[in-house]
């Protein structure tokens, strides 16, 4: 079974950076695509960000793109999420998913799931 492990979440001002990290315990890491999500107060889980195996295509949420970035470390088993800008409404709990599939921008493709960690901005 896959075990995905957040970290690097915690409080930041508005207009600061954050980087997030996801941790596979998966040997054959290289072959899942790694997908990011996120979940506000009263909100369903959305979708953020993600990246293929095969090519490490990207995706991303409009909302997000221009200040987060998305990558991944194949020989630390690791992904990354790099958010610079923040604001309000990135406020929610950021989840990793992993799934075999190339189809990436949707929550029920992702097999596996991490715990969650909490990211909060404030002004």
């Known amino acids: 079974q896959v075990q995905l492990v957040e970290s690097g979440g915690g409080l930041v001002q508005a207009g600061g950076s954050l980087k997030l990290s996801c941790a596979a315990s998966e040997r054959t890491f290289s072959s899942y695509s790694m997908g990011w999500f996120r979940q506000a107060p009263g909100k369903e889980r959305e979708f953020v960000a993600a990246?293929?195996?095969?090519?490490?295509?990207?995706y991303y949420t409009d909302s997000v793109k221009g200040r987060f970035t998305i990558s991944r470390d194949n020989a630390k088993n690791t992904v990354y999420l790099q958010m610079n800008y923040l604001n309000l409404e990135d406020t929610a709990v950021y989840f990793c998913?992993?799934?075999?599939?190339?189809?990436?921008?949707?929550?029920?493709?992702?097999?596996?799931w991490g715990q969650g960690t909490q990211v909060t901005v404030s002004s």
């Open positions: 998913a992993a799934t075999k599939r190339s189809l990436v921008t949707a929550a029920g493709v992702f097999d596996y």
């Open positions: 990246i293929r195996w095969n090519d490490a295509r990207t």
